[in-house]
């Protein structure tokens, strides 16, 4: 399959979905039981925390009372395309399974990624996120992989011919 106008628009589109379902669970993981994660707010605090109010002095980090947060849920977006941009363009043909199969294990490479070095050096809350709460690396693996798994469900896969039916046959 060669990258067209129709396999990007459609790759983003997933993306975006996708996205949206990262965001939409790991906000409902507290009615789960889980942790809740608010990945917009903590993306809003590390890109855009510095402000010109007089209220909060330079460089303001992560208490900063007048953070963004719209603007968190725009830079989770493009994330959420660009890395489903790598899933769709290059990385989903390489990985084993069927389709929603690769997408998770996507997900989950890229909750294994982020726990182990965004987490720790950007955020600075630990190693998959062990200064939030015990279990918050379980919420964020079931979001990651979650969107994974849209992402794999939805999105075409370059290089990988899907069965011809649902069951196979």
Same mark, same amino acid.
């Given at each position: 399959?060669?990258?067209? =106008?129709? &396999?990007?628009?459609?790759?983003?589109? @997933?993306?975006?979905?996708?996205?949206? @379902? =990262?965001?939409?669970?790991? =906000?409902?993981?507290?009615?789960?039981?889980?942790?809740?994660?608010?990945?917009?707010?903590?993306?809003?605090?590390?890109?855009?925390?510095?402000?010109?109010?007089?209220?909060?002095?330079?460089?303001?980090? +992560?208490?900063?009372?007048?953070?963004?947060?719209?603007?968190?849920?725009?830079?989770?977006?493009?994330? *959420?395309?660009?890395?489903?941009?790598?899933?769709?363009?290059? @990385? *989903?043909?390489? =990985?084993?399974?069927?389709?929603? &199969?690769?997408?998770?294990?996507?997900? +989950?490479?890229?909750?294994?990624?982020? *726990? +182990?070095?965004?987490?720790? &050096?950007?955020?600075?809350? *630990?190693?998959?996120?062990?200064?939030?709460?015990?279990?918050?690396? &379980?919420?964020?693996?079931?979001?990651?992989?979650?969107?994974? !798994?849209?992402?794999?469900?939805?999105?075409?896969?370059?290089?990988?011919?899907?069965?011809?039916?649902?069951? !196979?046959?």
């Amino acid at each position: 399959m060669s990258i067209t =106008l129709e &396999f990007l628009v459609h790759s983003i589109l @997933v993306g975006i979905l996708a996205s949206y @379902v =990262l965001l939409a669970m790991a =906000l409902w993981s507290d009615s789960l039981g889980l942790p809740r994660l608010d990945f917009s707010r903590a993306m809003a605090n590390v890109t855009y925390a510095r402000t010109f109010e007089k209220d909060v002095g330079p460089g303001a980090g +992560v208490d900063a009372p007048n953070t963004p947060y719209w603007p968190g849920m725009i830079v989770i977006y493009f994330n *959420g395309i660009i890395f489903g941009l790598v899933f769709t363009t290059y @990385v *989903g043909q390489y =990985l084993p399974g069927d389709a929603i &199969f690769r997408g998770a294990v996507y997900g +989950v490479i890229l909750w294994a990624v982020s *726990g +182990v070095f965004y987490v720790p &050096f950007i955020l600075r809350e *630990g190693f998959f996120l062990s200064h939030i709460h015990p279990m918050a690396w &379980f919420s964020s693996l079931i979001v990651h992989g979650m969107y994974g !798994g849209v992402m794999g469900m939805f999105a075409p896969i370059r290089g990988y011919v899907p069965p011809t039916s649902f069951f !196979g046959f």
